[in-house]
């Protein structure tokens, strides 16, 4: 059975920080599905393009995994021999649900769950990378570093697909996103209180850049190839390509 969210639903006196905590992991695929527009079309597409860029006898890394439906989608999309599936989170809550997700589907690829924090593991031999919806919640300052790491563990002709939350440079165009953001939560179910409470749990926790931030970081670490393949409102995802070699 599916919990539904309700974690917002009633008024909190000292609204904390949103953090991913049992209580949050319980209800985890409903609140995305209902929050994030674009969420399982993204899903597909990854499988999709692992199908495309996985190489053989590599690694994939599912980076802020949750309960693993990213990871899942990789390894229903493999054909590749010898490739493995590594999939991180630094939620506990969220990884004893990942392990009971994950297990009951069937399946040859081999998946290491690994409850880490993804600034401090090493990548390597990585023909596909997965952040989707994560690196919105890394320290600003930390992100660089990130980027630059998956870049160097990546072999050319590897991919990262980034997923996130954006802001719009343009003022008016950001307002209107965010109300049609906002408009979609209602739409699914969610009240106006349930809105305003989550939001401002958020405020300090999913600190979003610009498309263009992204794409400028992206470039500075290496990418030779990066473009947006979707947004829906002020959510979207990008994909970073790292040049084949030229012999
Ligand atoms: N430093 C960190 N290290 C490891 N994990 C982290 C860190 N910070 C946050 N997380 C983890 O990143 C995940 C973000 S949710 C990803 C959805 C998933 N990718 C999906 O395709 O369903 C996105 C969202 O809820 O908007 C949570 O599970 C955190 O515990
Ligand atoms: O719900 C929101 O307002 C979001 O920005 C998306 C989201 C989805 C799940 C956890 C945290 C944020």
């Known amino acids: ?15 904390g920080d949103f953090c991913f ?15 994030v527009p674009g969420y399982s079309n993204i899903i597909s597409a990854i499988g999709m393009m692992t199908a495309r860029f996985a190489q053989p006898h590599s690694q994939l890394y599912d980076l802020g995994c949750s309960l693993g439906a990213a990871t899942q989608e990789m390894r229903r999309n493999l054909t590749q021999d010898g490739c493995a599936i590594i999939a991180i989170d630094n939620s506990s809550a969220m990884l004893e649900r990942a392990a009971n997700h994950l297990a009951a589907f069937k399946s040859d690829v081999p998946v290491t769950l690994t409850e880490a924090d993804i600034c401090d593991i090493e990548i390597e031999n990585a023909s596909v990378v997965v952040l989707n919806f ?19 563990g990546l072999n050319p002709g590897g991919v990262l697909i980034l997923s996130e939350k954006f802001i719009s440079a343009d003022d008016t165009v950001n307002q209107l996103l965010i109300d049609l953001h906002h408009d979609f939560k209602r739409a699914n ?29 992206l470039a500075r670490v290496g990418f030779n190839h990066v473009d947006m393949w979707f947004q829906c409102f002020n959510f979207g995802s990008m994909v970073a390509i790292k040049q084949v070699a030229i012999k």
């Open 1 to 15: 059975m599916q919990s539904k969210d309700h974690i917002f639903a009633a008024p909190i006196a000292q609204l």
């Open 21 to 35: 905590d049992q209580k949050v992991a319980e209800v985890f695929p409903d609140m995305i599905k209902r929050s």
């Open 189 to 217: 179910g969610y009240s106006e209180l349930e809105v305003s409470q989550k939001r401002t749990a958020l405020e300090n926790v999913l600190r979003p850049d610009t498309p263009e931030q992204h794409k400028e970081r």
């Open 134 to 152: 994560t690196l919105q919640f890394i320290a600003p300052d930390k992100r660089e570093a990130l980027l630059k790491k998956i870049y160097q």
